[in-house]
C-alpha cells in the first residue's frame, strides 16, 4: 500500500510538473486587454463578433475555471480536448476585447458632442 501511494504521488507530480496541468492551461487563457487598444473600436467589435461566432460563443464570453480536488490543481493533467481548449481559449480573447471596448466606450454615439454643443 505504501509503495501505490508513493507511485501515485510520483505520477501526479510528474503530471503537473510538464505543464500541462489543468489550472496552468487555464491561467494562461487570461489575456491582458490592452494589446486591443490600438484596434480601431469598429475593427475590434468585428474581431470579436466572429470569434464569437466562430465557436458558437456569446460575445460576453468569460474564461472559466475548473475546481480541482484543493491542492491539487497543478497537479490535475489537462483532459480538455483540443476543441474545448480552444474554446476557452477564445472565451479569454473575447474578455479581453470586452473590457478593452468597455474601458474605451466603443460602440456607444459619441457623447462628447452633446456635452459641448450650444444650446439651441
Do not use: H
Not at 77 to 96: F, L, T, V
Amino acid at each position: 500500500m505504501r509503495w501505490n501511494m508513493m507511485i501515485l504521488a510520483s505520477c501526479l507530480a510528474t503530471a503537473g510538473c510538464v505543464g500541462n496541468s489543468m489550472s496552468e492551461r487555464q491561467d494562461a487563457n487570461i489575456e491582458s486587454s490592452l494589446q486591443y487598444d490600438t484596434v480601431p473600436c469598429d475593427q475590434l467589435l468585428a474581431q470579436r463578433n466572429g470569434l464569437a461566432q466562430q465557436y458558437n460563443l456569446p460575445v460576453t464570453a468569460k474564461p472559466t475555471f475548473s475546481n480541482p480536488a484543493m491542492g491539487f490543481g497543478p497537479f490535475t493533467p489537462d483532459m480538455r480536448s483540443k476543441a474545448k481548449r480552444d474554446s476557452d481559449k477564445a472565451s479569454g480573447e473575447i474578455d479581453a476585447m470586452n473590457r478593452s471596448i468597455e474601458r474605451r466606450d466603443c460602440g456607444k454615439p459619441d457623447n462628447q458632442k452633446k456635452k459641448f454643443a450650444l444650446p439651441s
